[in-house]
């Protein structure tokens, strides 16, 4: 199971960090990240990060600003969020897969999808 938590109401420019915390399997064995999905948008790749943690992998649009991070001690996955802009503003949702780094974009459906937390920047 993945629970993401940390969403909330933030102004261009803040910063926000989302957690995941992954139960119930061992998704240290796997490749995890981020998505998220606007209103009346399609599901988007934010950003993916190896079973170690040494390998990470960003969508353009929130590359620099974004940074992924796991604690496999302690089965969460983290996503700091810094100089948000409104059109960061989604549903975000954690996720694992066994594919590797190639294969994290857009169209993945990760084989683990975690309930999402909102995140909504004003401007």
């Known amino acids: 199971q993945l629970q993401a938590s940390g969403g909330g109401l933030a102004e261009a420019g803040d910063s926000l960090r989302l957690s995941c915390a992954a139960s119930?399997?061992?998704?240290?064995?796997?490749?995890m990240g981020w998505f998220r999905q606007a209103p009346g948008r399609e599901h988007e790749f934010v950003a993916s990060i190896s079973r170690g943690g040494g390998d990470t992998k960003y969508a353009s649009s929130v590359k620099g600003r974004f940074n992924i991070s796991r604690d496999n001690a302690e089965n969460i996955l983290l996503l700091q969020m810094n100089t948000l802009k409104p059109e960061d503003t989604a549903v975000y949702h954690c996720?694992?897969?066994?594919?590797?780094?190639?294969?994290?974009?857009?169209?993945?459906?990760?084989?683990?999808w975690g309930q999402g937390t909102l995140v909504t920047v004003s401007s």
């Open positions: 119930g399997r061992h998704f240290i064995a796997y490749r």
């Open positions: 996720a694992a897969d066994p594919r590797p780094a190639e294969a994290w974009g857009d169209r993945l459906r990760p084989r683990y």
